[in-house]
């Protein structure tokens, strides 16, 4: 059964940096294609960045691009999302979900097995 659990979040201030974790059970993350989304109150979930570790593609979205930095480690079986220069508009609950046919769309329709979110506040 695969089981995502998101973790690291927490309330920073403008400019301040965050890490959060993704520990995957049930699959191997380096076989498909990850991503992590976020859900502001009131507005739809939206793709933040994609990857496919296995083939060494990235991609983000437009607004968090040279700020968030999405990776893995296959030996703990665990995708990262690094986020630096925090702005209030970042603030969000954040997902992370598995897509197995690995189109490495930020698109949430393509992606399955959410996990429960983590909150992420910044403040200004």
């Known amino acids: 059964q695969v089981q995502l659990v998101e973790s690291g979040g927490g309330s920073v201030q403008a400019g301040g940096s965050l890490r959060l974790s993704c520990a995957a059970s049930?699959?191997?993350?380096?076989?498909?294609?990850m991503g992590w989304f976020r859900q502001a109150p009131g507005k739809e979930r939206e793709g933040v960045a994609g990857?496919?570790?296995?083939?060494?593609?990235?991609r983000y979205a437009d607004s968090v691009r040279g700020r968030f930095t999405i990776s893995q480690d296959n030996t703990y079986n665990t995708l990262y999302l690094q986020m630096n220069s925090l702005k209030p508009e970042d603030t969000a609950m954040y997902y992370c979900?598995?897509?197995?046919?690995?189109?490495?769309?930020?698109?949430?329709?393509?992606?399955?097995?959410w996990g429960q979110g983590t909150q992420v506040t910044v403040s200004s």
């Open positions: 979900a598995e897509d197995r046919m690995c189109r490495l769309s930020l698109r949430t329709t393509d992606y399955h097995s």
């Open positions: 049930g699959y191997t993350l380096s076989e498909y294609c």
């Open positions: 990857i496919y570790a296995g083939g060494g593609s990235i």
